[in-house]
């Protein structure tokens, strides 16, 4: 493997899960593999979980992270093709990708989506900039349409709590009060398609994701029915696909609650607005599954770090 | 010893005392107890000296520091109970501390006071939060009320450069221009309390500090009473406890002179205001202990780190 | 060497170039010089290049890099001698430096000019101040009128690309919308004036750089005659240093173009405004530098902080 940048580069899910774990049980078995190689965390925008548990896997496996917020500690990069940079945007990406290869073995990078240009965002512009200008491996820690270190993450801890051979999985659209991305989600979908488990997506009229995507997933637009018996309810809000990057629903009726799901795990990549996305009752409950799905980052991070530099 | 949370935390201040010198003398003999174990530095507010000594203590023992300055890298954290999260904080205290102890072994979190609320302040929301909420220990870098690696290092400081077996020792209220918080004063009183010297306070009235911690301190309002005779003058600025966060008092006649200390050590945390809370003449001279303090920074933090470390 | 704080601090630069060489062919044949040893690295201005390529050295040696934006991480700096700190500054020079000495072996500082105050610029004041208050070796990431990292790094560049034994090298002027600093101009000048190199300078009228630097090297204010037979063109705006720190001139014919230069290698020490600076043909033509010239950068500052470290 060279790029970690989608859930479509995890060749055998089932095998990369099995994997994961046997980390988990034994986090330092690596740890001379990245030894005096250098790990380049390029921020574009905010991170907590990402930001610690990337470094975290990064020290694991023995290597040197070094991490930089793009805009704060350097200056704007420029991705258009023979602009005239006369404007706020002082280093073209073709260099900036060019040089941090001179000092990483690895980049990650961090860049959220506009919401307001569809095209733009779907084009993965800064993801798909370092892919072509970079020359070592880049990893996605979270682009315009994907987050595969959570949507892998996500997976490893479905496969550690199923408690029937194919537990069923529910992605459920829930309120929020800002325009969020649709990263999280569509990586969640293109993770569950490819686990032995059947899984189904609620959310309101309006709101389904990019059908691309979604594919031949079934798509409830009534939470209760899409419920009934599911083992695991995956928590996520996104802004409106179809008029993309507006919020025209924000009902409390679909925010997550104990009576909603019963005894079924509620997972959620966080961070999480309490009592808006989902209930207190839940989340500070035995059911709730979201720390654990913190730990498993570092995991899954690792796992595709390890497997990059197998490869080097 | 978990956490290390308040100078009440020290068991026996002679033998810390002796075992930082020790350290001080040896910085790596403990290099391997740290070994791939990861210290998080989180930081609400700036940080210059606590920054660097303890993310130098952190490799001193071999840990890897990971530092986040939260606001900044992340976003804001909610601390209420039950709160409806549709406002400006994105996460939860109970999942943002519980997911950084995924990461880390042990947490090191800085967050001073309103100023504002005295309620708020003494109930140490944030610290508290994390000592609630993380489930690793908790090392205090300053929080609204306390300044335990501070007040460590400066009694590791007084036994280096006492002269008499029990040295009289002033802690100085001195003017400033902006509303500071009354941790370091009140970390050095109870390091104070718990060593064998003279301590007293000078202050301006309308300025005692929170009796509960002053306790049986003798508090002179008059600054040339309490430093006859003084080994030692502590020199910092805080707001009024009584008329809370208030700038009340900004007599000049309270700075620190050459004259007034005579042949007295003088000490001070910094940052420090030159020729507000103390001239140049004594800052300049050989009485100041001030660039020793922070040396000591490290050597405290070492400590408490390698405590935690062997306690793990 | 104690300080590398201006090309003037390389003793020989033929030997140094070979040493670099040396570093680049082997990077981690030093890896254990710097074990236990702190880089502190103070940023007072934003950075790419250095603040990555400068922390990749130090790993390269072993060394422990720990960085700081100084007006973000802490506070205002005070420079003045006397002040009475009553104003925006928390934290005298005299002590900050002396403090991060405490924690750091090397301190490293990048400090840009005000180009408002010519006197206070070429003072080189934070710069100055941390060799004066210091108490470990320096290493200037660019100050206010030199970047020695950058100087050494062309130096290197331009042997190892050279084909004939005295090439003709060419440094610039370019145009820009912003006031640029002067100090990779001046440390590229002074480095050229040591190694065995045809060096000119281009620039229009008024835009003569310090003549103090320039000494008797020929200045064209004629684009043409100056690239004649240019064996390398090095490109770098400059703001006027006559009318101190202002844009006088803006003029899109001195661009640099695949036209202008032929066959010279183009060079420029990044990051590059496209289409303002240099067309799109040359920096994307084989005839540029300029990624190789940021690979460099490594090997540069590895070589300074080794020497350093050995004379520790």
């Known amino acids: 493997m060279k790029n970690y940048t989608s859930i479509n ?18 986090h330092l078995k690596d740890v001379n593999l990245g030894k005096n190689k250098t790990l380049g965390l390029l921020f574009f925008n905010s991170s907590l979980r990402t930001r610690l548990s990337t470094q975290k896997a990064a020290l694991n496996l023995g290597m040197n992270p070094i991490v930089m917020n793009v805009s704060g500690d350097a200056w704007g990069i420029e991705f258009g093709d023979g602009t005239v940079m006369n404007g706020n945007t002082a280093e073209h990406i073709k260099e ?7 000092y990483c073995d690895i980049i990650a990078v961090r860049a959220f989506p506009s919401l307001t240009d569809k095209a733009k965002d779907e084009s993965e512009q800064v993801l798909s900039a370092f892919k072509k200008f970079a020359s070592v491996p880049i990893v ?14 996500d997976a490893i801890t479905i496969s550690e709590h199923a408690k029937v051979s194919k537990p069923k ?9 800002k325009a969020l991305p649709h990263a999280v989600a569509n990586s969640f979908v293109q993770a569950m398609q490819k686990m032995d488990v059947e899984f189904v997506i609620a959310n309101p009229e309006g709101y389904d ?9 079934t798509i409830y637009h009534n939470q209760e029915d899409a419920f009934k018996d599911a083992d695991f309810v995956y928590t996520k809000n996104w802004s409106s696909y179809k008029d993309y990057g ?32 989902v209930e207190d009752a839940v989340l500070d409950s035995k059911s709730s599954l979201v720390i654990e799905q913190a730990n498993n980052r570092t995991y899954a991070a690792q796992l595709v770090l390890k497997k990059i530099l197998e490869n080097l």
């Open 9 to 26: 580069d995890i060749d055998n899910i089932n095998s990369w899960i099995d994997e994961a774990k046997a980390l988990k049980t034994n």
């Open 96 to 102: 900036a990708a060019a040089v941090v290869s001179q």
């Open 140 to 153: 996605n820690m979270e682009s315009a349409t994907g987050h595969p270190l959570q949507g892998l993450t």
């Open 169 to 177: 999985v529910v992605l459920s659209w829930a309120p929020h009060i």
């Open 209 to 217: 994701l990019n059908p691309e995507i979604t594919g031949n997933t």
């Open 246 to 277: 507006k919020i025209n629903n924000t009902d409390p009726n679909w925010m997550i609650t104990k009576d909603k799901i019963g005894d079924a795990k509620f997972m959620h990549c966080l961070p999480v607005r309490r009592n808006v996305v």
